[in-house]
């Protein structure tokens, strides 16, 4: 249910909740993969952002939000200096993603020999949905901390990951399972949870044999 | 609390005599489960944000994004010791498009309900405060236009992409008025009336910006809706009542949305957006606008 404080707020950078709220939130997104700035960035713009790119201001808010600022900052306006000193090299293309949202962006963030990659779409009122982190299909908010996990199709995967959350005291709120392929018995999960995940029960989730691939990240 | 209008957030009002804010308070408690406390500090937080930001730049001439706007806040201050509609609706007119300057042009502003009918509630709050009433009136105030906001947001839209500028503008209009009454102290049915008959008045506005960006004739929109709000505020506190419901406005303003054609929300495609002065402006801006294609 909608809050008053998202009618009468939020307060940000103008002048679009769609095309600049939006756009830096799913940057923040991608930011928090890592935690720090990258080395590099790759903006692929989709759709309606092409086009919003200058006249909206979606090219700074993007830089922006791979700075890690806040997205009420007000240095917003001049991020391109901010990531230039921070010494992130950015680049913008055009790019058609398909059957997506038309404010659809895929970044790619890269830091010393690992990357990321996030495809994210603004959907209105600076809400967004993330809908592939590290070429996971997903439908996440970025509003709760994330876990992403690939995961063997087998039996008792799906119980042995929830232990091991639900022993460190930790809630979910939300879990979103996919099946990736049956043949090859790959599959995937996504979970809010409403608390923050301790590097170490990351740790131990990656050590279990029915997970491929874990990656944390923490609400926008 | 099973609200879905705010006949019926009035009705609890009535029944019990709490005031309409704690009702839209306690309302929001079921809903979210932020406290009071919060929901106040909160709001108060938003308030500041457009005092700071209109503070800051009061009397400034903004680069906006494209241009088309900029120095209109600036030409308004000025001119405000002889305006003929009086200091305080000139004053309203004048903090709504420096903020709406503001948001074109990457500045730091408050989403009320929406970052393109972001003038309207700062130049009707700061008038009031101005005008001697206390910040926490005003803060009240804002929250029971949050309510006001949430029922148009339940029953229809806030989108000019799917209902049109009424949907921005308009909303945004209603809830400065029923805000404003409620400021200077009228009853929630006076509050009901001014968010009516205020957005009676712009039902039917089409969203049409030049280039689809926020600026032409999104700004100097602001300035209207701030300037009805002030308006239909006192006409309630008059004693003039909306012959039609708040409810059924809203659903009127989302029926009149639904038969919008598409060119005419918010896609650039209708209305002025289409005038030959705005294909003027747009064909010379297009080469600077745009990324290259490269896939």
């Known amino acids: 249910m909608v809050s008053i404080l998202d009618i009468i707020g939020p307060s940000m950078i103008g002048p679009s909740s769609s095309h600049t709220l939006g756009a830096m939130r799913i940057a923040k997104f991608a930011y928090n993969l890592f935690g720090t700035p990258p080395d590099s960035v790759s903006f692929y713009l989709h759709g309606s952002f092409k086009e919003t790119y200058i006249g909206h201001g979606t090219k700074l808010a993007l830089i922006a939000g791979i700075c890690g600022m806040e997205t009420d900052d007000p240095n917003v306006a001049k991020a391109d200096k901010i990531a230039d000193e921070l010494g992130i090299k950015y680049e913008f293309r055009g790019i058609d993603l398909g059957d997506v949202h038309p404010n659809t962006v895929k970044i790619v963030i890269k830091k010393s020999n690992s990357f990321h990659e996030v495809i994210g779409s603004s959907i209105g009122a600076g809400r967004v949905k993330i809908i592939s982190i590290d070429s996971i299909v997903c439908s996440v908010s970025g509003d709760f901390p994330t876990l992403v996990i690939e995961n063997e199709d087998v039996p008792g995967a799906l119980e042995s990951i929830i232990r091991i959350i639900s022993t460190n005291g930790i809630n979910i709120a939300q879990v979103n399972l996919n099946r990736l392929s049956k043949g090859s018995k790959i599959a995937s999960m996504v979970i809010e949870l409403d608390d923050e995940l301790p590097s170490f029960v990351l740790e131990s989730l990656k050590m279990l044999n029915v997970v491929r691939f874990a990656t944390y990240v923490k609400p926008i | 609390m099973n609200v879905k209008s ?24 079921l809903d979210t489960g932020y406290s009071n406390d919060y929901i106040i500090e909160k709001t108060s937080k938003l308030l500041s944000v457009m005092e700071e930001e209109y503070a800051s730049k009061k009397g400034k001439e903004f680069k906006t994004l494209i241009g088309l706007t900029g120095s209109n806040g600036k030409k308004m201050l000025e001119y405000l010791p002889k305006a003929y509609v009086g200091e305080n609706v000139f004053k309203a007119a004048t903090i709504a498009v420096t903020m709406s300057e503001s948001n074109a042009s990457m500045g730091r502003i408050v989403a009320c309900p929406t970052a393109g009918s972001s003038g309207v509630m700062p130049g009707v709050l700061l008038t009031l405060e101005e005008s001697g009433i206390e910040r926490d009136k005003l803060v009240l105030a804002l929250i029971v236009a949050g309510g006001i906001g949430k029922i148009i947001s339940m029953r229809a839209s806030l989108s000019g992409a799917e209902a049109g500028c009424q949907a921005e503008i308009g909303s945004a209009t209603a809830m400065a008025a029923g805000g404003a009454v409620y400021a200077m102290g009228g009853s929630p049915q006076a509050v009901s009336h001014a968010a009516a008959l205020s957005l009676k008045s712009l039902m039917g506005l089409v969203c049409d910006p030049v280039g689809g960006f926020v600026e032409v004739p999104c700004v100097k929109r602001n300035a209207a809706g701030a300037t009805l709000a002030l308006l239909f505020a006192d006409i309630a506190m008059a004693g003039v009542e909306s012959v039609i419901p708040f409810d059924e ?38 080469d600077k606008l745009s990324i290259p294609e490269d896939n």
């Open chain 2, 6 to 29: 705010l006949k019926d957030l009035i009705d609890i009002c009535e029944k019990t005599g709490e005031t309409l804010h704690k009702v839209i308070m306690d309302w929001e408690m």
């Open chain 2, 249 to 286: 406005v809203v659903d009127a303003m989302m029926a009149v949305g639904r038969s919008m054609p598409e060119a005419l929300r918010e896609t650039g495609k209708g209305g002025i957006a289409i005038s030959p002065t705005a294909r003027r402006i747009m064909k010379n801006l297009k």
